[in-house]
């Protein structure tokens, strides 16, 4: 048996899997946070929060890294971490700056810090010479006007350092380029309490259909688990409205996928301890890098993951944290293809109707979960304003995704938002 140092969370799905993916291994776990009414105010109706299970929760100021390490380095001798481990985008670098502190087991504290800043894996990467859309990073408006008039319109506007697509926007003019400057300079702080970088991305927009490469790096060398395609909607924003494992591609487009995605990897130094999850654009110039998280994939893709190849990137986010061998082989699961297809609200308001009680038990039905009557609703700026999703599988081939947008059309035509 292990003991894991689990610094934060996500409160979506992660925030279950992990812990079960602990649990499920023989592990335990102590849990770090600041703040833990984060996790109380989202437990289960009726149910603890998974991560309370842990067998110690201890609150300290997990955003200061200058006081939080000298706090684990007491508490190491005391309860003894074979590794740590996050869900978390914003607590990647810590956990990172923990594990090398501590001599524990994961990838680089540079290299992780490169990839959680947009701008930083943009420089990493074109330091490599590996293909990228031209960009630029400015903080003042006569910069950014200026490098956009260079990049050209339509281009895309990115803070650096936020993720779930926050402030993502395409701009096709000045006037755009100002609306999108002033609203993420008026988030200065993220939701985790982090006082954020001002720095804007400005960069070329790309074409053709995105993906996401999931892979698992141990011992130097990245395992490609596979490749999950992608839709995207709420323009100008970029929000992702639905996935399938595996992405219906020809042989040669997800070769250049993984290949890219490899080059990528490798620039970061993100080939030891790590899950990953690239996103990659297949333009008509060949494919390009949006972005490399050091983490498990969201917005469910684990799930599609495991119920088309069985296997568990929870658990092997768990096994590379402890410096052990993850467990990559695929099982026959019965599935060809697993989709998720999410309900994105289109305009603000208090949900009054949203019915799938009719979904569940349906052939193909993985899993369903919708927001209840009453929910206040914010029009979709953002991957975090999902009414729900509805997960499908086809036992015959790449079927998932089109049964998905048959049953999402059903909910919509029953949705009401007043």
């Not at 006037?175 to 070329?204: C, I, Y």
């Not at 997800?254 to 690239?278: C, F, N, R, S, Y």
Request: include cysteine; hydrophobic fraction near 45%.
């Amino acid at each position: 048996m292990a003991h894991l140092l689990v610094v934060e969370s996500w409160v979506g799905s992660m925030s279950r899997l992990l812990p079960r993916a602990i649990r499920e291994g023989g592990h335990e776990f102590t849990f770090l946070t600041r703040d833990l009414h984060h996790y109380l105010r989202s437990a289960p109706e009726g149910a603890a929060h998974p991560l309370l299970g842990a067998r110690n929760v201890i609150t300290t100021d997990t955003n200061d890294l200058d006081a939080l390490l000298p706090e684990v380095e007491r508490l190491h001798p005391v309860l003894g971490f074979d590794g740590v481990i996050t869900s978390c985008d914003y607590y990647l670098p810590t956990v990172a700056r923990i594990a090398g502190h501590l001599g524990l087991p994961g990838p680089g504290p540079e290299a992780v810090e490169n990839a959680c800043r947009k701008d930083a894996t943009r420089r990493v990467l074109a330091d490599a010479g590996l293909p990228g859309p031209r960009f630029a990073v400015h903080e003042e408006w006569a910069d950014l006007a200026r490098a956009a008039q260079e990049i050209g319109y339509p281009l895309v506007v990115k803070p650096v350092d936020l993720c779930a697509g926050m402030f993502v926007r395409r701009v096709d003019d000045e006037g755009q380029l100002a609306d999108a400057v002033r609203a993420l300079g008026a988030f200065p702080v993220n939701a985790r309490g982090q006082r954020r970088t001002p720095a804007v991305l400005l960069e070329e927009l790309l074409d053709g259909p995105e993906v996401s490469v999931e892979t698992v790096s141990y011992a130097g060398a990245v395992h490609m688990v596979g490749v999950t395609d992608k839709s995207i909607g709420s323009a100008p924003a970029f929000v992702e409205t639905g996935h399938m494992f595996p992405a219906a591609l020809s042989l040669a487009d997800i070769e250049a996928a993984e290949q890219t995605t490899l080059g990528a990897l490798k620039a970061l130094g993100l080939t030891d301890g790590v899950v990953a999850h690239t996103e990659i654009k297949l333009t008509s110039a060949g494919p390009r890098v949006v972005e490399v998280n050091p983490r498990p994939a969201g917005n469910r893709i684990t799930e599609l993951v495991r119920h088309v190849t069985g296997i568990d990137l929870a658990a092997a986010c768990v096994d590379v944290a402890l410096g052990r061998r993850p467990d990559l082989r695929r099982t026959d699961t019965g599935l060809r293809s697993a989709a998720i297809g999410f309900l994105v609200p289109e305009r603000a308001g208090t949900l009054e109707a949203l019915d799938g009680h009719r979904l569940t038990g349906l052939p193909g039905v993985l899993e369903v979960q919708l927001a209840e009557p009453g929910k206040v609703v914010k029009a979709a700026g953002s991957n975090n304003e999902y009414l729900g999703h509805v997960m499908t599988g086809d036992p015959d081939g790449p079927g998932a995704r089109d049964r998905v947008e048959g049953l999402l059309a059903g909910l919509r035509a029953g949705l009401v938002i007043r």
